[in-house]
């Protein structure tokens, strides 16, 4: 029957062996020259640009109303022709 090795007792604590390496420090952040997209965005840094937001999600409504609008129409007008030829039959 094989062995298995005993458990350290749980009163003491864990530790890395002594050859482990040690913290690694991550490299500093490139400071920006505009050409490298970031997650943050300067605050105010370009004027006249706050309302590009508002007019594409007003396209986007637009145009999904008038999709709706045309699949209604398309609708009714099947209705109608299947209406139609209920009644010449």
Do not use: F, H, Y
């Amino acid at each position: 029957m094989p062995v298995t090795p005993s458990a350290p007792p749980m009163d003491s604590p864990v530790l890395p062996p002594t050859n482990a390496p040690g913290p690694s420090v991550a490299p500093p952040a490139p400071q920006g020259d505009g050409t490298q997209m970031t997650l943050v965005s300067p605050s105010g840094g370009q004027e006249g640009e706050g309302a590009d937001w508002a007019i594409v999600l007003g396209i986007a409504l637009a145009a999904e109303i008038a999709l709706l609008w045309l699949a209604a129409c398309l609708g009714l007008v099947r209705k109608g022709l299947a209406t139609r030829r209920e009644s010449t039959d």
